[in-house]
């Protein structure tokens, strides 16, 4: 192949087709018409002397050859763009720009809420569209709709750029007037009655069962470890919601030391270590190689790493 000869166009199809799976959402990411797409396609197949995208029961699905093409070509065209962009300056004091923020409760009551508070002075016309884990997918994310992802991630797709804002242990939470203030032990952890949350994934979730103890979680994992299990009563996605529970002489939650210390005053509740080990838990920020050179972008990076680290620090 010569390459002097190739539509440069073409590799910017075939990446929108790949991400998108579909003819009719290329055309209209691209603004250009459906046949003209259509044909896109069809010298792209041409070109590679394969089919790249067939049609099946799922839709339209990538050949191999395809899934080795697109980390290659989103490299490429990433880089490409960064290169030919040009050189702009971003200023936050009158930038009236608005970053979309995927994030989950936890990260939302403890690290954005400072990031607001900033940005009141440094940027006080930036808007915050702070979205939840299940209002949105992965491809939203890779494709710059969501400028970023923000929560406690198992796995994310390689072609993300992510980074860990802070490590946090967990802590337990309890009524004052719960007797097991008094001898916190494993055992009457235990037989104690307790509050599950958790982090919502991408995209819309299901119901937990509790009989499946390696779906629930970091602190159920732990308890499995040494032969141990919790009596859940209270299954909830949402952390303030936990700790209004805790509340309740009998309950216990578990959960993160940072969510936690947001009722560290009240009078009503104590916090105690865990009687047994549970590893910390790593609360990411993860975007699109397409937002990774954008100025703005990395000033907003920049400031919640900052702010992370503050909090980490205390």
């Known amino acids: 192949m010569n390459i002097a000869k190739v539509d440069l166009n073409l590799l910017v199809y075939l990446d929108v087709l790949l991400r998108e799976g579909s003819v009719t959402r290329a055309a209209n990411q691209l603004s250009i018409t459906q046949p003209a797409m259509s044909n896109g396609l069809k010298r792209l197949r041409d070109l590679f002397k394969d089919p790249l995208l067939v049609r099946t029961s799922e839709g339209m699905t990538p050949t191999k050859r395809a899934l080795e093409l697109q980390p290659v070509i989103r490299d490429v065209l990433s880089k490409l763009e960064a290169s030919i962009q040009p050189e702009t300056d971003f200023v936050p004091e009158t930038s009236k720009r608005t970053f979309r923020i995927m994030a989950s409760d936890y990260a939302e009551s403890t690290l954005l809420l400072e990031v607001i508070r900033q940005l009141a002075n440094a940027a006080p016309n930036i808007t915050l569209d702070m979205i939840t884990p299940s209002d949105v997918t992965f ?158 972008h990395i000033w907003l990076r920049r400031l919640i790493t900052e702010v992370g680290d503050a909090l980490s620090a205390q």
């Open 139 to 296: 491809h939203d994310v890779e494709q710059g709709r969501v400028d970023m992802a923000i929560n406690r991630f198992e796995e994310l797709p390689l072609s993300f750029h992510q980074k860990v804002v802070w490590y946090d242990r967990f802590a337990c939470v309890v009524s004052s007037n719960n007797p097991i203030v008094n001898d916190f032990t494993l055992q009457n952890y235990i037989d104690s009655k307790h509050i599950w949350v958790s982090k919502t994934g991408f995209g819309v979730g299901v119901g937990i069962d509790p009989n499946e103890v390696q779906k629930l979680g970091w602190v159920d994992a732990e308890l499995t470890k040494i032969g141990q299990k919790r009596d859940i009563r209270v299954f909830t996605r949402h952390y303030h919601v936990a700790l209004q529970l805790a509340k309740i002489k009998n309950l216990v939650a578990t959960l993160p030391s940072k969510a936690a210390a947001l009722y560290e005053n009240d009078p009503n509740i104590v916090i105690l270590d865990p009687p047994f080990d549970i590893p910390p838990i790593g609360l990411k920020m993860a975007w699109s190689a397409l937002l990774h050179h954008d100025a703005g």
